[in-house]
């Protein structure tokens, strides 16, 4: 397993412990995980994101720290919320973890995560110019939530 994936288990075990609610000591959590602080931050910033449902906020200095809240929210609501965050391109990646965040939170099933990844993979856009790919895959995964909503 990878480091960030072992930072995002830990982050999201302490979400779900204190009821969508972390507040993190970056350096200390880095200290005890065997990592650097900048792996924590960039956990943090591509995990950890306003679409994905999740508020951080951060506070420097001596006593700083970064607090996630979990937005919890209607199914219906956060698929609006994702939608209106997807902008005007999307790449694969960023779909996959969307696609796993919905999962997780439990928005869309285990069937249209299999059929959103399928129409997300880059097997799909082989005969599209890679130049228009990322704006295609945003307009098909947008559509293909509307439908869910």
Not at 43 to 62: A, K, L, M, N
Not at 84 to 105: T, V, Y
Not at 122 to 131: A, K, M, N, S, T
């Amino acid at each position: 397993m990878r480091m960030s994936d072992i930072v995002a288990k830990y982050i999201l075990e302490m979400l779900d412990e204190s009821n969508g609610n972390a507040e993190i000591q970056r350096n200390e959590l880095a200290s005890s995980l065997g990592c650097v602080p900048s792996q924590i931050n960039y956990v943090i910033t591509s995990r950890f994101t306003p679409e994905q449902g999740y508020i951080v906020e951060s506070r420097r200095g001596g006593g700083g720290y970064i607090r996630i809240t979990r937005i919890n929210s209607a199914p219906a609501n956060a698929l609006m919320h994702i939608i209106n965050s997807i902008g005007s391109k999307l790449d694969k990646l960023s779909a996959e973890i969307m696609i796993n965040n919905m999962l997780s939170r439990g928005i869309i099933t285990e069937d249209n995560a299999r059929l959103i990844a399928c129409a997300m993979s880059e097997r799909v856009f082989l005969d599209i110019p890679q130049q228009y790919r990322d704006y295609l895959r945003a307009s098909l995964f947008k559509n293909m939530l509307l439908t869910l909503v």
